[in-house]
């Protein structure tokens, strides 16, 4: 290759980069985090590990965000525990246990373990997909 078709190869790369990558790179970590997620994540009947999913990857340039985890609402109690009080039932039950007018959860964190689970996979997926990006 010579000087002007290198030249015009990074300026290739650099132009794709500030176009795609950072989204691509997001993108990536977050099927990484979902992976680890969903090991991590708490089962009881399946029905939380199942809602968790990649809501959405935005941004361009050198930001992205990706946005990873589960739409119900008993995934924040689960993950960081809290109270809850009866509203209109006389007690709290779940079909087959009764737990009073309230029952406490200690959270059990398990986003944050699925976010260390995650980091070297995360890591290795990145490079590897920015290794093959800046090939020319």
Not at 1 to 26: N, S
Not at 105 to 118: I, L, P, V
């Amino acid at each position: 290759m010579d000087l002007a078709g290198f030249a015009a190869a990074v300026k290739g790369i650099a132009e794709r980069a500030d176009a795609e990558l950072a989204p691509e790179c997001a993108r990536t970590a977050a099927r990484e985090f979902l992976g680890a997620l969903q090991v991590t994540t708490p089962v009881e009947s399946g029905a939380l590990r199942e809602s968790e999913r990649i809501f959405s990857v935005s941004g361009a340039g050198p930001v992205a965000v990706a946005v990873v985890g589960s739409d119900l609402i008993y995934a924040k109690f689960r993950n960081d525990g809290g109270t809850i009080r009866v509203k209109h039932a006389k007690l709290l039950t779940d079909g087959t246990r009764f737990f009073g007018k309230q029952v406490t959860q200690a959270g059990s964190h398990y986003m944050e373990r699925g976010e260390a689970e995650a980091a070297g996979p995360i890591e290795a997926a990145c490079r590897a997909y920015l290794d093959e990006f800046l090939r020319l």
